[in-house]
Nanobody, 125 residues
């Protein structure tokens, strides 16, 4: 599967952005989809996960209650709605795809075999 992330930009603190990740291929609905972010000088960190069916989601504590992940398998797209943004949310955001396994830790970047190219989110304070 090929992934294309978009929707990043410059936003003021307290504002909102919605990121999109468009997937190619007919097996999108087979993948668990994750969002990660990486700030300058920091490691890539988990942000959110949505199950292949869209029935289950999980979030990093730092974004819980502010970010919402969703998907539409018919449109081969996953979104990350980001509200109440603050300067600490500034990073390059990546979408990623992985197969399902009960043995996988989906908070680890190594779990994902497919990555989008990243989209920059900058929050000004």
């Amino acid at each position: 599967v090929q992934l294309q992330a978009s929707g990043g930009g410059l936003v003021q603190a307290g504002g909102s952005l919605r990121l999109s990740c468009a997937a190619s291929g007919r097996t999108f609905s087979s993948y668990e989809m994750g969002w990660f972010r990486q700030a300058p000088g920091k490691e890539r960190e988990f942000v959110a996960l949505i199950s292949a069916s869209g029935g289950s989601t999980s979030y990093a504590d730092s974004v819980k209650g502010r970010f919402t992940v969703s998907r539409n398998n018919a449109q081969n797209t996953v979104w990350l709605q980001m509200n109440s943004l603050n300067a600490e949310d500034t990073a390059v955001y990546y979408c990623a795809a992985a197969y399902y396994s009960t043995e996988y830790d989906y908070a680890r970047p190594e779990t994902y075999g497919y990555w989008g190219q990243g989209t920059q989110v900058t929050v000004s304070s």
